[in-house]
């Protein structure tokens, strides 16, 4: 038995359910179903119950305690009956059970010690022909138990337990990771978990599985994985460049070097307000935060705008000179109701000069030269310098707008980048913390700020 061979059959021991495991899984999934039956006969309309998932599948790993459970409705059941009648068996199986919001709103709650979806969908004849889009994921279901044997099945748990080692495994847009039905196709299609971070450790993204050779469309995604129930979807959509690079650098360091450590994932402990000085003092950045409370949404609709709103912070920032070298949106960890977040980056630049460099077209390009020259020749601000000739083109050397940074971030130009629509209703009543000031936040940030500054692979 070679390392790598080692290192997984100890892995498999760890995180492959065991029989106790599975039958208390099955006893709860029997008694659950059965209670969904219960409810949907007293509906006016007809349903059935499916069990999906990794746990539907034998596919999750040890430990993991979800169920999920899909009511299907007639197809031809409109949205407002089909939502209306899914919330009442929802409630009725998890009383204690509280609504989240997918495309449609569904009932989460606990039973027995595990974690409950009860979600409706309509029972469409293909996943193509879908009204919402979790309709599709009971023929995701279908489709893997077609394939799964007892040893793919083991090798697909194998592959989640190493995806959540790295932190590269969700699908939630927080994650942007690999979702259970990405990481069980590649399994499938790649033949195991071992030809499968094989095959990782040589793409060259783009990289494209058509499992069932039908794509409709072209997909521009650095991994495209084709559903194989619905041609028009790439299972791997949500995935970021960044975590599909992480998977390949871990996969390449498990082949060279075999660990167990990489099937374990990192829990970071929070950095103090001490250490963020530390980190400061050594690097010689100017970092700036700016922080207000986190719009009321969850996080499939959160991050999306805290990433938004950060691009254009940057872009800001970068446009009025003050050099960005790194920047990460953040979300309080301290406990604060409603919780705090934060735009922060660390700049190259903090100050600027009261005058900045504005070059105009090249004088050979009469009508654009002309306009450039005109539009300056009459001011008369002390503060601007020109125009004159620079090489072949005209230049003005004029007021710059913000010299520092804290003038910018507190200023409503701040606020006219491209925010995300529910962060803009918050960042007016924003606090701008530059320079060591920012060490403040670790009570709050201690563990993005240490993912800031203790960053990895």
Not at 34 to 47: C, F, K, N
Not at 61 to 88: H, K, M, N, S, T
Not at 306 to 314: K, Y
Not at 383 to 403: C, L, N, Q, S
């Amino acid at each position: 038995m070679n390392d790598l061979e080692a290192v997984l059959s100890r892995v498999r021991d760890r995180v492959i359910p065991d029989p106790a495991e599975r039958e208390r899984l099955r006893t709860v999934a029997a008694a659950l179903t059965e209670r969904t039956r219960e409810a949907i006969a007293d509906l006016p309309v007809e349903a059935d119950v499916v069990q999906v998932g990794s746990t539907a599948r034998g596919t999750w790993v040890a430990g993991d305690r979800d169920i999920d459970l899909f009511v299907r409705f007639d197809a031809d059941l409109d949205r407002e009956q089909l939502e209306e009648y899914g919330l009442a068996v929802g409630h009725a199986v998890l009383p204690d059970g509280h609504e989240e919001y997918a495309e449609h709103p569904y009932v989460k709650g606990t039973y027995e010690g595990f974690d409950v979806d009860l979600v409706p969908c309509h029972d469409v004849e293909t996943a193509s022909a879908l009204v919402s889009a979790v309709d599709r994921t009971p023929f995701h279901d279908a489709y893997l138990s077609a394939r799964l044997d007892d040893d793919l099945s083991d090798d697909v748990v194998i592959a989640k337990a190493f995806l959540k080692g790295i932190g590269a495994y969700g699908s939630d847009l927080r994650t942007e990771g690999f979702s259970g039905y990405l990481t069980e196709l590649l399994v499938v299609e790649l033949g195991g978990f071992v030809p499968l971070v094989e095959s990782v450790r040589s793409w060259h993204p783009p990289v494209e599985f058509d499992p069932e050779g039908h794509a409709e469309r072209t997909f521009e995604d650095p991994l495209v994985v084709v559903d194989p129930t619905d041609p028009t979807r790439n299972v791997a959509a949500v995935l970021s460049a960044a975590n599909l690079a992480r998977f390949q650098h871990y996969a390449r360091e498990l082949l060279a070097a075999p660990s167990e450590s990489l099937f374990d994932p990192v829990e970071l402990e929070p950095l103090g307000s001490a250490e963020v000085r530390d980190h400061l003092d050594r690097r010689g950045t100017t970092p700036v935060a700016v922080v207000f409370d986190a719009p009321d949404l969850v996080d499939d609709q959160l991050w999306p705008q805290l990433r938004r709103s950060l691009d254009g912070v940057v872009r800001g920032l970068n446009g009025h000179g003050f050099d960005v070298l790194r920047a990460q949106a953040m979300v309080g960890d301290g406990g604060d109701d409603p919780p705090r977040a934060a735009l922060y980056a660390e700049l190259e630049v903090a100050e600027r000069p009261v005058v900045e460099r504005h070059e105009g077209p090249p004088v050979a390009v009469r009508k654009h030269a002309a306009s450039f020259y005109e539009s300056y020749a009459d001011d008369v601000s002390p503060e601007t310098y020109g125009p004159f000739i620079d090489g072949d083109r005209y230049v003005v050397e004029r007021e710059r707008e913000f010299t520092t940074v804290r003038e910018f971030l507190e200023s409503d130009a701040a606020s006219d980048v491209a925010l995300g629509a529910q962060v803009e209703r918050q960042f007016g009543d924003r606090d701008v913390l530059v320079g060591d000031a920012v060490a403040t936040l670790a009570d709050a940030f201690g563990r993005p700020l240490r993912e800031f500054y203790e960053p990895y692979p």
